[in-house]
C-alpha cells in the first residue's frame, strides 16, 4: 500500500500567485515592525508590464529576510 502523498496543487496565474505573496511578505514585515514594507506596490508595475523576471526578484529579496518562514 502506498504512502500519502505530499503533492501541493496551486493554481492560479503567475500575477494573481505574485500578488498574494507579496501581499502576505508585507503583513509578516509589519508584524516585524517595517511598517514601510511596500513589496506588493512594488511589483504591481512590473507586473502590468509584464516584467516577470523582475517582480520575481522583488519577491525573493523581500522574502528573504522574513520570518517566520513560507510553509506550505
Do not use: C, R, W
Request: hydrophobic share 35%; proline share 7%.
Amino acid at each position: 500500500m502506498p504512502g500519502p502523498s505530499n503533492t501541493l496543487l496551486i493554481e492560479g496565474s503567475f500575477e494573481e500567485l505574485a500578488d498574494e505573496l507579496s501581499h502576505y511578505l508585507d503583513e509578516v514585515k509589519k508584524k516585524e515592525g517595517d511598517a514601510n514594507s511596500a513589496i506588493q506596490s512594488e511589483i504591481a508595475p512590473l507586473l502590468e508590464q509584464n516584467q516577470k523576471d523582475e517582480a520575481l526578484k522583488k519577491l525573493v529579496t523581500g522574502s528573504a529576510n522574513s520570518s517566520p518562514p513560507i510553509i506550505f
